[in-house]
């Protein structure tokens, strides 16, 4: 595709008959119909093939004559308005994990509609507002629990609304109860593996229950450390390689929109992690 920058092939035509938003930057393409240019992400009603050329720049696209779409931006570095309004979104669930963020909250923060956020969103994010937020929930609760916090006041402060929404929701996701967790993990084996990923050095702990632990960072010195601080009274065993079934949810997490490529490092570590943690729960189920 690098070397097609620029021309009208069936490759850019692909790409935006797509709406792979990982080429916006790289062309634009008119609506000759219309004499708009559009990035090749853009949600607008796709024109008929034959009514489109591909230009290199939107600088060119100028030159030219053309308007900028009014929806997608084209022209501009700066995010796209469904971007910024996932940048919103992001923000807002994260600053109110103590309690259920519903939809309706969100299209109010985001400016978009309930029903177009959703679709947006996980598009963008590769999960629901739902899933990201029940995950930013349970790296709270862990939070709690590390720091000695009760089992029952660590899930109203991090958003449960009570003991048993915590124990339906948090055991497998945990993998282990929370008043085992709170304990360090006590008589549990627990095994892991780690491995290399676009964002650092990844360590990946499970029980046979579910994913325990999933960590980012640069040294496996650090990172295997960090296991031992979280499970002290555990059974700790170290695979010699990643296990197949974790490599493939690893690896299908690893392709990023490119809103989060220029979004805050922990932002794009949270969404990674939320990603393969989902995937690997959802292959345990």
Same mark, same amino acid.
């Given at each position: 595709? =690098?070397?097609?920058?620029?021309? =009208?092939?069936d490759a850019a035509w692909h790409v935006v008959s797509r709406r792979d938003r990982r080429f916006d930057g790289w062309? +634009?393409? +008119? $609506? @000759?119909?219309? &004499?708009i240019y559009c990035r090749p992400s853009c949600p607008a009603r796709l024109p008929h093939r034959n009514h489109v050329v591909i230009l290199p720049t939107a600088a060119e696209a100028e030159r030219s004559g053309y308007s900028a779409c009014r929806r997608c931006h084209p022209g501009s570095a700066s995010l796209a308005p $469904?971007?910024?309004s996932i940048q919103v979104a992001l923000a807002f669930i994260e600053a109110h994990l103590d309690r259920p963020v519903t939809l309706r909250a969100l299209s109010r923060a985001s400016g978009l509609s309930p029903n177009h956020l959703q679709r947006v969103f996980t598009r963008i994010v590769g999960l629901s507002p739902k899933e990201f937020g029940n995950y930013l929930r349970? +790296?709270?609760l862990k939070s709690l629990l590390k720091s000695g916090a009760q089992v029952s006041s660590a899930a109203y402060d991090a958003g449960y609304g009570s003991i048993r929404a915590l124990y339906e929701r948090a055991g497998k996701s945990l993998g282990m109860t929370p008043a085992t967790y709170r304990r360090g993990g006590e008589g549990v084996n627990i095994r892991y593996a780690l491995s290399d +990923?676009? @964002? &650092?050095r990844l360590l990946l702990a499970a029980t046979t229950v579910g994913v325990c632990m999933l960590v980012l960072g640069r040294r496996d010195g650090a990172l295997v450390d960090g296991l031992a601080a979280e499970f002290p009274r555990a059974i700790l065993s170290r695979e010699d390689r990643m296990p197949s $079934?974790?490599?493939q949810s690893v690896r299908s997490a690893e392709r990023e929109d490119p809103l989060l490529l220029r979004l805050p490092t922990r932002v794009r570590n949270d969404v990674f992690q939320a990603r393969v943690f989902r995937t690997?729960? $959802?292959r345990n189920g």
């Open positions: 595709m =690098s070397a097609e920058r620029g021309h =009208s092939t062309f +634009v393409y +008119v $609506a @000759l119909t219309t &004499g $469904a971007e910024r349970l +790296v709270r +990923v676009p @964002l &650092g $079934a974790w490599m690997l729960n $959802a």
